[in-house]
């Protein structure tokens, strides 16, 4: 320590002397709900991506190799977890982690093959994985539309999908009674 400068100024020392509190960090959580925020984080990653690709190629290109950012990127998330795919249940080791008022709301995708896709994803009650495109749904419906948003609810519902089962079966029924006259003057 030097002669002008006060006791504070000296390094630090760890023994006896008191502490900031650190504040915990908060967990990662696994289901986040789809924002704007994460659409624009999302294009962000895609965007990064397509650099890092332009720059791999330009490299090979040039004949320089292209280096380790090159095979710890390839080598990332290949495959998509089929564990997670469209159509079938939440996995039995996350299921307990949902929180129930996420159900038939889109969150962001919980694969991480998706992570530099335009993908969200959406959780039925009866704990299914949808996915679906976060692009512009017929060029006019963003993620975020209304409309788009009360599709996906219903999609999503359990009573759909016995409406479309009853509606089947009742159309083999129908197909299965023969046929008379009346029937056939009116088709």
Known sequence: MMRGEPASAAAPSHE???RE????EEPVQLFRPFTRES???????IAEDA???ALIAQRIEEGIPAGDDYVHHSRDHKDADPDLEAGGPLPKRIINDFPPELIATPIEDIDKFYENKR??????KSKDIFRF???????LLSPFNPVRRLAICILVHPLFSFFVIVTILVNCVLMTMP???KIEQTE
């Open 16 to 18: 006896g002397a008191p």
């Open 21 to 24: 509190p650190e504040e915990p």
């Open 39 to 45: 659409l624009a984080a999302q294009e962000a990653r």
């Open 51 to 53: 650099a890092r690709k």
């Open 119 to 124: 993908t969200f994803v959406v959780v039925s």
């Open 133 to 139: 495109s976060s692009t512009n749904a017929l060029f």
């Open 179 to 181: 046929s008379n006259d």
